[in-house]
Structure formats: structure tokens, C-alpha cells
């Protein structure tokens, strides 16, 4: 029978951050975008709780949680952007989104 | 602590007359002449009391090679370079030190009267400022703090002539002396650079002492001649000195008469040692004198304005000191520096009686009779007349004689310099008497505007001008008050004393006859004329060329070089910028886009290493 080994967390925690990443760079859509965001930040997590494991250490679960909270604030205040950019641009594609260069 | 003392007064003199003017600016009130001068006058009269306890106290030491030496802190200590701030008073300090105190006291008491109307007491607080650096120049122990005093006296100088600062000709003309003599202060830098290199050491007495190669003694001779010819207006440095007449007439008469311009001669005396190695500077000083002596008398004769008169004079008598310098007999022409300072601070602030007099008219085809209505003056002025003309038993008639004398018999004494000299002592009988006879006799000329306030001059001024006469009488009678060692080989030729006296008073009358003749009556207008052009000359000459190599250098350099270079980084700042602003797209993916490559470069550099630079 298989065991979960720590080095195929680690493997599967990649592959979602990447994902997350590769996401966050092609799509336009910022909603998704923020999706994305939570992707990496949730394939972080899981890296964190891999290396608790091998170490041994409750510390990373500690920062899990830490990350999982901020995370909740970041998505409130990123739908908040996201709806307040909706407001004033109509838009909520990034390409058309160019005001940073102003 | 006797010499720093009295070095030391002046300067408190300037501090309290500066603080007065200040306290007086920031409370809205007039700073006046009266608390002024009486602030600095008293410091001077004080430094003055010192002086004279000081060559008290250096006679009981026998003269000779005493010295009271003071040294007050170390100054400048560079490698093997170790200065002293200290003074040495000797025989020679001594000298100079009394007529600076003697006569500084004079003329700042006769600029209580002189200053009255358009003074303030800034005025006084330069005066101070000036006295003590000047005390600082002769007493000084070493070669950079005679520079200190050097170039300080340079600046109250320039401070004085510029004084009336309102008029641009004042201004010029002061910023005219302070540069030329800046040509003259190179010299002495560089001799100081010099001394240090083969002497190692600044300290005069050691300079001085130490035996130079000869090559090297003749160039910091010529150096240290060429920083003379500046501050002592000599060819080919003098076009500074007429123009200084600018100034009030009591600054004339102490800076640019009796003390600052003889600090070339001071210099020259305490060096002899040094001077006298080289043969070669001794001609130059020599023929340089003379032909200073010679052409500046030539120049007076043809001048109207009684200041410029007497600044030739001036410039004519250095030029007879420096000759007695570079025959070898640089006592003589230290006696001449005393005697000269005496008399012609005394004809300097006679003339300034005779202007303030007439309100400031300066013309001597303007003036004519004054004998009358000033009698004080007139008298005063008469002593200083027969003194520069070299009547005896007036102290002038020693000196001058001395120095003629000393051309013929002096270890590089040369006829041809005495027949200079001596003509030049002709013309000198001839201007001064010009000026006399025009001032002082005859029919008035005096416009009428000025003859409504013609006055003779307050006590305040008078008495400074009675107390140098008597010097001016007496100053001879004891001989020279310095002497220097080896300067007195045996008599080239047999010329006596006497025979030289018959022809000195002789060519003096003969000076003085011409001019009476001419001047006494009929007198016809002249108009100022300078037979030389020196100014001119280097006007077009320098002047120009400066000017040209100026638009020159502003021509290829700032518009050709500079203007292009500036316009350059421009472009350059202007293409970067076009390249770098494709970058900034304003999309945020892009800019994520370039942070993830950079992180992954960053991070690939930490694992794999940098070609060059090897592992983090």
C-alpha cells in the first residue's frame, strides 16, 4: 500500500502554486485572477503543512493559519477593488485596465 | 609678553571700534567719528606706549643682535614643516614698529578731524585692522605669518581705498590694487615654497642665515623682489599706487606712504643675508630702483592732482630705498623708510588740510595763495618740502645724501645708478617746489564756491601735522638705525661725503629755482598728463589679450565643448528614457510577468552561480 510521503505534498503543492501562477499571468479576468491568487496562496499552505511534517514542528500549521486569515481579508478587499475598478471603468478585463501607467 | 602686547592692542582697537559700529547699526543709530576714533585712536596711542617700553628694554639688551623673542603657539606642524606663531623684535622690527605705532597714532588722531563729515567708524576699525597686520608683517618670526601681515594689509588696503565705496572709480581702483599686488603675493609664496625645500625651514632668522646654492639664492631673491615690487610699487607693478589715491587722504598718507609700501624694504632688510648671495638680484633691485626712481619723478612733474604728485613722489622714493637695497646698503635704506615715512606723511596730511580746506578740490592749478589762509599748514608743509628736497640740516638731506653717497661707495655700487639717482633728486626739487608754488603762493585761484568755506584745519588736525614736522626736522640727526652686518667694504672710489652733499643740495636748489621760475607767476593751466602710458600699455596689452583669450575660451570652450557636452547628457537622458518607457505598459500582468522572470533569474543565479561572479 501506498504512504502519503511529504515530498508528494510538496509535489502536488507545486503544481497547484503553478497553476495559480500561470493562471494569474493569462487570464484577463480579474475575478479569476483573484481565484488564482487564492490558488497559489492555498498551494503555499500546503507546502507549509509538508514541512511540518518533516520537521516535525507545529510552526507551520501556525503559519497556515496566519495565511488562511489574511487571505480571507485579501479576498474581501480585493472583490471590493475589483467592484469599485467595475464602477468606474465598466470593465473588469485587465487589458483594458492600463491606468498604472498614468 | 611685551611685543605681543603691543601687536595685540590694535586689534582689540578694531574689536571694540567694530562692535561699536554694529551696536550702533542695530539700534538705527549713527556710528559717530568722535567715539570711533577715539576707541582706535587710544589702542594705537597705547600700542605706541608699548613700543617705546619695548626699545627701552631692547637698548639694555645693547642692541646689535639682541632680540626679544616671543612665541605664542604653534601654528601650522606639517611633516617636517613646524611654524610658530610668534613675534621677533630686533633692531630692525624696532624701527619699522615705532613709525607704524608713531605715525598710525598721528594719522588716526588727524582722521578725527579729516573724517568728520563723511566717516563713520568703520573707518577707524580698518584703520586699526590695518595697523595690526602690518605690526604682524615686520614683527612676525616667520615667513608665513609675514604673509598673514602681507596679505592683511593687502586687505585693509583694499578695504581703505574702496572706502567711499558709493562712486564705481573708488571701487576699481581698489580692486585694481588688490589684484596687482596678488601678482607680487605669488612671488612670495613661491619663495616660501622654495626656502622650505632647500632651508627647511619658514623661520626668519634661520632662513636667513642658511647658505643657499647660488642658483637657488638668485631665484627666491628674484621672488621675493618680485613680491616687493608689488606691495612696494616698483616697475613693473606700480600703476596701483596712483590709483589707491582714491582713498581718504589720511589712508594715503599711512598706507600708501609711510608704512605698507615700505614693507618691500622691510622684507628686503631681513632677508639681506639671503639677498646679498646673489650678485645678480642685487643689479636687478639695483636697476630697477632707479628706473622706478627715475621714471615715477618724470611722472610727477607732469601731474595736477596734488595726491598723484605726492603718490609719485612716493613711488620715486621707494624706488631710491630699493636702490640702496641693491647697492648693498639696505641700512640706508631703512634710515630713508623713517625719514621718508616721517616727511611724507606730513606732506600727505598737509594735502589733506589744503583739500579739506577747498571742499575736496584736488586740482593744484586750483589753488594758488592758500599761504595766507593757512598758515599752520602752510608752515608744516614747508618743513616737508625742504625734507623730501633734502635741505639741511631737514632729516631728508641725511638720507637721500646717504643714499647717493652709498651708489658710489657701496660693495655694488655704479656711477651709473648715482647719476640716475641724482637726477632723479633734481626732478624730485623741481615737482615738489611745482606743487608748493602753486598751493601755497602767488594769486588765488580758488573757484569761488570753495572760497566761501576756505578754513584752516581744527587742532585735532593740526597737532599730528606740528608733531611730524619736528620729526621731519629732527629725524636725521642720529644716523642710521640700523646696520647690517659685511654690507660696508672698503670705499671703491674716494669720494668723500662732502663733495657728494655740494652736489645734492646743489641739483635740490637748481630743481627748486627751475620750478619757482616757471611757477611763481603767469601761471598757465596744465592738464595731467602720465609721459609713460605704463597704465596704457597694460591695458591694451593684458588687458586686451585677456579679453580676447576670454572670448576665446568662451567661444570653444563653453559653446563648443561644454554647451555640446550639457546638450549630450541630455540626449543621452532623452534616448534612455524612450528606450525604458516601452517597459512601462501599464498592465499589471506584464509587470507580474517581469517579476516572476526576474524572481526565477534571481533564484536560478542563487542555485547555479553567476558566470563571473561565482555563487551568491
Same mark, same amino acid.
Given at each position: 500500500?501506498?504512504?502519503?510521503?511529504?515530498?508528494?505534498?510538496?509535489?502536488?503543492?507545486?503544481v497547484?502554486?503553478?497553476?495559480?501562477?500561470?493562471?494569474?499571468?493569462i487570464?484577463?479576468? %480579474?475575478? =479569476? !485572477?483573484?481565484?488564482?491568487?487564492?490558488?497559489?496562496?492555498? &498551494?503555499v499552505? $500546503?507546502s507549509?503543512?509538508? *514541512?511540518?511534517?518533516?520537521?516535525?514542528?507545529?510552526?507551520?500549521?501556525?503559519?497556515? %493559519?496566519? =495565511? !488562511?486569515?489574511?487571505?480571507?481579508?485579501?479576498s474581501?478587499? &480585493?472583490?471590493? $477593488?475589483?467592484?469599485?475598478? *467595475?464602477?468606474?471603468?465598466?470593465?473588469?478585463?485587465?487589458?483594458?485596465?492600463?491606468?498604472l501607467?498614468? | 609678553?611685551?611685543?605681543?602686547?603691543?601687536?595685540?592692542?590694535?586689534?582689540l582697537?578694531?574689536?571694540l571700534?567694530?562692535?561699536?559700529?554694529?551696536?550702533?547699526?542695530?539700534?538705527?543709530?549713527?556710528?559717530?567719528?568722535?567715539?570711533?576714533?577715539?576707541?582706535?585712536?587710544?589702542?594705537?596711542?597705547?600700542?605706541?606706549?608699548?613700543?617705546?617700553?619695548?626699545?627701552?628694554?631692547?637698548?639694555?639688551?645693547?642692541?646689535?643682535?639682541?632680540?626679544?623673542?616671543?612665541?605664542?603657539?604653534?601654528?601650522?606642524?606639517?611633516?617636517?614643516?613646524?611654524?610658530?606663531?610668534?613675534?621677533?623684535?630686533?633692531?630692525?622690527?624696532?624701527?619699522?614698529?615705532?613709525?607704524?605705532?608713531?605715525?598710525?597714532?598721528?594719522?588716526?588722531?588727524?582722521?578725527i578731524?579729516?573724517?568728520?563729515?563723511?566717516?563713520?567708524?568703520?573707518?577707524?576699525?580698518?584703520?586699526?585692522?590695518?595697523?595690526?597686520?602690518?605690526?604682524?608683517?615686520?614683527?612676525g618670526?616667520s615667513?608665513?605669518?609675514?604673509?598673514?601681515?602681507?596679505?592683511?594689509?593687502?586687505?585693509?588696503?583694499y578695504?581703505?581705498?574702496?572706502?567711499?565705496?558709493?562712486?564705481?572709480?573708488?571701487?576699481?581702483?581698489?580692486?585694481?590694487?588688490?589684484?596687482?599686488?596678488?601678482?607680487?603675493?605669488?612671488?612670495?609664496?613661491?619663495?616660501?615654497?622654495?626656502?622650505?625645500?632647500?632651508?627647511?625651514?619658514?623661520?626668519?632668522?634661520?632662513?636667513?642665515a642658511?647658505?643657499?646654492?647660488?642658483?637657488?639664492?638668485?631665484?627666491?631673491?628674484?621672488?621675493?623682489?618680485?613680491?616687493?615690487?608689488?606691495?612696494?610699487?616698483?616697475?613693473?607693478l606700480?600703476?596701483?599706487?596712483?590709483?589707491?589715491?582714491?582713498?581718504?587722504?589720511?589712508?594715503?598718507?599711512?598706507?600708501?606712504?609711510?608704512?605698507?609700501?615700505?614693507?618691500?624694504?622691510?622684507?628686503?632688510?631681513?632677508?639681506?643675508?639671503?639677498?646679498?648671495?646673489?650678485?645678480?638680484?642685487?643689479?636687478?633691485?639695483?636697476?630697477?630702483?632707479?628706473?622706478?626712481?627715475?621714471m615715477?619723478?618724470i611722472?610727477?612733474?607732469?601731474?595736477?592732482?596734488?595726491?598723484?604728485v605726492?603718490a609719485?613722489?612716493?613711488?620715486?622714493?621707494?624706488g631710491?630705498?630699493?636702490?640702496?637695497?641693491g647697492?648693498?646698503?639696505?641700512?640706508?635704506?631703512?634710515?630713508?623708510?623713517?625719514?621718508?615715512?616721517?616727511f611724507?606723511?606730513?606732506?600727505?596730511?598737509?594735502?589733506?588740510?589744503?583739500?579739506?580746506?577747498?571742499?575736496?578740490?584736488?586740482?593744484?592749478?586750483?589753488?594758488?595763495?592758500?599761504r595766507?589762509?593757512?598758515?599752520?599748514?602752510?608752515?608744516?608743509?614747508?618743513?616737508?618740502?625742504?625734507?623730501?628736497l633734502?635741505?639741511?640740516?631737514?632729516?631728508?638731506?641725511?638720507?637721500?645724501d646717504?643714499?647717493?653717497?652709498?651708489?658710489?661707495?657701496?660693495?655694488?655700487?655704479?656711477?651709473?645708478?648715482?647719476?640716475?639717482?641724482?637726477?632723479?633728486?633734481?626732478?624730485?626739487?623741481?615737482?615738489?617746489?611745482?606743487?608748493?608754488?602753486?598751493?601755497?603762493?602767488?594769486?588765488?585761484?580758488?573757484?569761488?564756491?570753495?572760497?566761501?568755506?576756505?578754513?584752516?584745519?581744527?587742532?585735532?588736525?593740526?597737532?599730528?601735522?606740528?608733531?611730524?614736522?619736528?620729526?621731519?626736522?629732527?629725524?636725521?640727526?642720529?644716523?642710521?638705525?640700523?646696520?647690517?652686518?659685511?654690507?660696508?667694504?672698503?670705499?671703491?672710489?674716494?669720494?668723500?661725503?662732502?663733495?657728494?652733499?655740494?652736489?645734492?643740495v646743489?641739483?635740490?636748489?637748481?630743481?627748486?629755482?627751475?620750478?619757482?621760475?616757471?611757477?611763481?607767476?603767469?601761471?598757465?593751466?596744465?592738464?595731467?598728463?602720465?609721459?609713460?602710458?605704463?597704465?596704457?600699455?597694460?591695458?591694451?596689452?593684458f588687458?586686451?589679450?585677456?579679453?580676447?583669450?576670454?572670448?576665446?575660451?568662451?567661444?570653444?570652450?563653453?559653446?563648443g565643448?561644454?554647451?555640446?557636452?550639457?546638450?549630450?547628457?541630455?540626449?543621452?537622458?532623452?534616448l534612455?528614457?524612450?528606450?525604458?518607457?516601452?517597459?512601462?505598459?501599464?498592465?499589471?500582468?506584464?509587470?507580474?510577468?517581469?517579476?516572476?522572470?526576474?524572481?526565477?533569474?534571481?533564484?536560478?543565479?542563487?542555485?547555479?552561480?553567476?558566470?563571473?561572479?561565482?555563487?551568491?
Open positions: 500500500m501506498m504512504t502519503l510521503e511529504p515530498w508528494m505534498m510538496l509535489v502536488v503543492s507545486m497547484i502554486f503553478g497553476i495559480g501562477l500561470f493562471g494569474l499571468l487570464r484577463k479576468n %480579474l475575478l =479569476v !485572477m483573484l481565484m488564482c491568487v487564492e490558488l497559489m496562496l492555498n &498551494g499552505n $500546503l507549509f503543512v509538508a *514541512f511540518s511534517k518533516i520537521h516535525h514542528s507545529l510552526d507551520g500549521h501556525l503559519a497556515v %493559519l496566519f =495565511v !488562511m486569515t489574511v487571505a480571507a481579508a485579501e474581501a478587499v &480585493g472583490l471590493g $477593488l475589483v467592484i469599485a475598478l *467595475f464602477r468606474t471603468l465598466r470593465t473588469v478585463d485587465s487589458d483594458q485596465i492600463q491606468i501607467r498614468d | 609678553m611685551i611685543i605681543s602686547l603691543l601687536v595685540f592692542l590694535p586689534l582697537g578694531f574689536s571700534t567694530a562692535f561699536y559700529h554694529f551696536s550702533c547699526s542695530s539700534r538705527k543709530k549713527e556710528p559717530t567719528v568722535a567715539v570711533g576714533g577715539f576707541l582706535a585712536t587710544g589702542a594705537m596711542v597705547a600700542s605706541f606706549c608699548v613700543s617705546i617700553v619695548a626699545w627701552f628694554k631692547l637698548r639694555s639688551a645693547g642692541f646689535g643682535d639682541a632680540s626679544i623673542e616671543e612665541s605664542l603657539f604653534s601654528w601650522m606642524k606639517v611633516g617636517g614643516l613646524q611654524v610658530d606663531f610668534g613675534f621677533r623684535f630686533d633692531r630692525l622690527s624696532a624701527v619699522f614698529t615705532l613709525v607704524i605705532t608713531g605715525v598710525g597714532s598721528l594719522i588716526h588722531l588727524y582722521s578731524g579729516y573724517m568728520e563729515n563723511d566717516g563713520s567708524a568703520r573707518y577707524f576699525a580698518y584703520l586699526n585692522l590695518f595697523c595690526f597686520m602690518m605690526l604682524n608683517l615686520v614683527l618670526s615667513l608665513p605669518q609675514v604673509f598673514l601681515g602681507w596679505e592683511g594689509v593687502g586687505l585693509a588696503s578695504l581703505l581705498i574702496g572706502f567711499w565705496s558709493q562712486e564705481m572709480g573708488n571701487v576699481a581702483a581698489a580692486q585694481k590694487a588688490f589684484i596687482m599686488n596678488r601678482i607680487g603675493d605669488l612671488g612670495l609664496l613661491f619663495a616660501m615654497f622654495l626656502g622650505f625645500k632647500f632651508a627647511g625651514t619658514l623661520d626668519l632668522a634661520q632662513l636667513s642658511f647658505a643657499f646654492r647660488p642658483d637657488v639664492a638668485t631665484i627666491f631673491g628674484l621672488l621675493i623682489f618680485l613680491a616687493c615690487t608689488g606691495k612696494s610699487a616698483q616697475i613693473p606700480f600703476t596701483w599706487l596712483p590709483d589707491a589715491m582714491a582713498g581718504p587722504t589720511p589712508v594715503s598718507a599711512l598706507i600708501h606712504a609711510a608704512t605698507m609700501v615700505t614693507s618691500g624694504i622691510y622684507l628686503l632688510g631681513r632677508l639681506n643675508p639671503v639677498i646679498a648671495q646673489s650678485p645678480v638680484v642685487m643689479s636687478v633691485i639695483g636697476a630697477i630702483g632707479a628706473a622706478t626712481a627715475l615715477a619723478a611722472t610727477a612733474c607732469f601731474q595736477t592732482d596734488i595726491k598723484k605726492l609719485y613722489s612716493t613711488i620715486s622714493q621707494l631710491f630705498m630699493f636702490v640702496a637695497c647697492v648693498g646698503a639696505a641700512e640706508t635704506g631703512v634710515f630713508h623708510v623713517m625719514t621718508h615715512a616721517f611724507k606723511a606730513l606732506l600727505f596730511l598737509g594735502a589733506g588740510s589744503v583739500i579739506h580746506a577747498l571742499s575736496g578740490t584736488q586740482d593744484i592749478f586750483k589753488m594758488g595763495g592758500l595766507r589762509v593757512l598758515p599752520w599748514t602752510f608752515w608744516t608743509f614747508t618743513v616737508g618740502w625742504a625734507a623730501i633734502g635741505l639741511p640740516p631737514f632729516s631728508g638731506f641725511f638720507s637721500k646717504g643714499i647717493l653717497h652709498e651708489t658710489l661707495v657701496a660693495s655694488h655700487g655704479n656711477p651709473v645708478l648715482f647719476g640716475i639717482l641724482a637726477f632723479s633728486a633734481f626732478l624730485t626739487a623741481f615737482y615738489m617746489t611745482r606743487l608748493y608754488v602753486l598751493v601755497f603762493t602767488g594769486d588765488s585761484r580758488v573757484s569761488e564756491e570753495a572760497k566761501k568755506h576756505i578754513h584752516e584745519s581744527p587742532l585735532v588736525m593740526v597737532i599730528p601735522l606740528v608733531v611730524l614736522s619736528i620729526a621731519s626736522l629732527v629725524g636725521g640727526w642720529f644716523g642710521a638705525p640700523v646696520r647690517f652686518e659685511e654690507t660696508h667694504a672698503a670705499p671703491a672710489h674716494g669720494v668723500s661725503e662732502a663733495v657728494i652733499m655740494v652736489v645734492s646743489g641739483l635740490a636748489l637748481a630743481g627748486a629755482y627751475i620750478a619757482y621760475r616757471k611757477y611763481s607767476s603767469n601761471v598757465r593751466m596744465e592738464l595731467s598728463k602720465d609721459p609713460f602710458r605704463i597704465d596704457e600699455f597694460y591695458l591694451s596689452f588687458g586686451n589679450g585677456v579679453k580676447k583669450a576670454s572670448s576665446m575660451v568662451g567661444r570653444f570652450l563653453e559653446d565643448l561644454f554647451q555640446k557636452m550639457l546638450q549630450a547628457s541630455g540626449v543621452a537622458v532623452d534612455g528614457g524612450n528606450l525604458f518607457k516601452t517597459v512601462q505598459t501599464g498592465s499589471a500582468q506584464g509587470y507580474l510577468l517581469m517579476m516572476v522572470l526576474a524572481l526565477i533569474g534571481l533564484v536560478c543565479g542563487l542555485i547555479f552561480g553567476v558566470p563571473g561572479y561565482g555563487n551568491f
